[in-house]
């Protein structure tokens, strides 16, 4: 995941959500019932810079307030990786990610295997009309979250190495495992 600055207007919003954002409709066919629907963006360093374009656009925000948004966003970006989370299961109890009760815990996942649990998970039980237009997926059938996991591991290494090609956000619990796949670009050698 390659950092620095980005050239995006408001208008490209929509393909850069769109890349960053994955969906899940598993089936069990012997329960004759969906197992977990999961739809999760993963608010990466090129998603945070494009949702700053457009949010500020949308708001008529003064490029001092833009700027400082951006700033803040980015430094958030450097200490935590954050998903926008939207699930619906069979059981509404069940699915709530927050819950002692949830058929299902939340992990991130790369591609040699190491797992990192999330240091927060909050429920948004009112998505604001912002959340509501910059993701799609919420809607009032779903249960709407913001799953936040460390940059960095308590070795001091990277939860996502810059060379990381591959990462998971799973879903597993009783009921099976749904994984949510993202493919990063590697930088360039040399």
């Known amino acids: 995941m390659r950092l620095g600055p980005r050239a995006f207007t408001e208008t490209d919003y929509d393909h850069v959500y769109q890349a960053w954002t994955r969906e899940a409709h598993p089936f069990a066919l012997g329960r004759l019932a969906d197992v977990?629907?999961?739809?999760?963006?993963?608010?990466?360093?090129?998603?945070?810079?494009?949702?700053?374009?457009?949010?500020?656009?949308?708001?008529?925000?003064?490029?001092?307030?833009?700027?400082?948004?951006?700033?803040t966003t980015l430094e958030d970006a450097r200490a935590h990786h954050r998903f926008f989370v939207t699930v619906v299961g069979t059981d509404w109890r069940e699915s709530d990610l927050t819950s002692e009760q949830s058929a299902w815990r939340v992990l991130l996942v790369d591609e040699a295997g190491r797992v990192t649990a999330p240091l927060e998970i909050e429920r948004i039980d009112r998505p604001t009309p912002a959340e509501r237009i910059y993701f799609p997926s919420v809607?009032?059938?779903?249960?709407?979250?913001?799953?936040?996991?460390?940059?960095?591991?308590?070795?001091?290494?990277?939860?996502?190495?810059?060379?990381?090609?591959?990462?998971?956000?799973?879903?597993?619990?009783?009921?099976?495992?749904?994984d949510l796949r993202w493919e990063l670009e590697t930088p360039a050698a040399g």
């Open 36 to 71: 977990i629907d999961a739809t999760a963006t993963f608010e990466s360093w090129e998603f945070r810079w494009a949702y700053v374009v457009r949010y500020a656009h949308d708001h008529a925000l003064p490029t001092e307030s833009r700027t400082a948004l951006l700033r």
């Open 139 to 178: 809607t009032t059938q779903r249960r709407t979250f913001r799953i936040v996991f460390p940059a960095t591991h308590a070795d001091g290494t990277p939860t996502i190495a810059e060379d990381t090609r591959v990462i998971v956000l799973r879903f597993t619990g009783a009921q099976g495992t749904v």
